[in-house]
């Protein structure tokens, strides 16, 4: 079946505009991470949820940062008054609850602050 | 703090060498490891897992972990320019819930 969605692809936001990035995971995958990558760095996570449940947030990073998956499939990341810093490609990841490390990752979404 | 450290190269081997790719973790409470590969602008690609001691193969790919070094590499045999891409190194450190920490990256480049 189709992999993990992301969109949009690209994003760019003037400093202090919230954004919005939207997460479909695999169909039938109960585990949804998120993730931000700098540029030359590895992924950091970021938030987990198990179907509805955000079971971690804590590597979000200031409470700016926000995500919710109400009904258990797509995810949604918002950013509230975007900062500079915040420019990173932000990675959605999905995986099956009894296989909960091996997460297949979408496309990302790079975020761009001005 | 939890760490997970490669060297980020490039490490540069011609076609058909082996590539070896390592990995140190900081916490000895660590169960579960992972490779992915990563093309330039692309997302990550698992393509390997190992959560106990030993040598796991699967085609031209083996990883290596060993614990009590707190160590774990990632071997390419017969490499091809295709394999050119940064490789991660993930580790879970357990009781968080699926938080993989993820290391920079070694960017593999295999020449013709």
């Known amino acids: 079946g189709a992999g993990v969605s992301q969109s949009p692809r690209y994003k760019v936001a003037k400093r202090g505009q919230d954004v919005a990035l939207r997460c479909d995971p695999i169909?039938?995958?109960?585990?949804l991470f998120w993730y931000q990558q700098a540029l030359g760095q590895g992924p950091e996570f970021l938030t987990y949820f198990q179907n509805e449940a955000q079971l971690d947030k804590s590597g979000l990073p200031s409470d700016r940062f926000f995500a919710e998956r109400p009904e258990g499939s797509v995810s949604t990341l918002k950013i509230q008054r975007t900062q500079q810093e915040d420019s990173a490609v932000y990675l959605c990841?999905?995986?099956?609850?009894?296989?909960?490390?091996?997460?297949?990752f979408g496309p990302g979404t790079r975020l761009t602050v001005l | 703090q939890k760490e997970v450290e490669q060297n980020s190269g490039p490490l540069s081997v011609p076609e058909g060498a082996i590539a070896s790719l390592n990995c140190t973790y900081s916490?000895?409470?660590?169960?579960?490891f992972f490779w992915y590969r990563q093309y330039s602008g692309k997302s990550p690609e698992l393509i390997m897992s190992?959560?106990?001691?030993g040598d796991k193969e699967d085609g031209r790919f083996t990883a290596q972990l060993n614990k009590a070094s707190q160590y774990v590499s990632l071997l390419i045999r017969d490499s091809q320019p295709s394999d050119s891409a940064t490789y991660l190194c993930?580790?879970?450190?357990?009781?968080?819930?699926?938080?993989?920490?993820f290391g920079k990256g070694t960017k593999l480049s295999v020449k013709p």
């Open positions: 993930a580790v879970n450190y357990g009781g968080s819930q699926g938080n993989l920490i």
């Open positions: 169909s039938g995958h109960v585990s």
């Open positions: 190992i959560y106990s001691n």
């Open positions: 916490d000895r409470v660590s169960q579960s």
């Open positions: 990841a999905s995986s099956l609850e009894d296989r909960l490390y091996e997460q297949f």
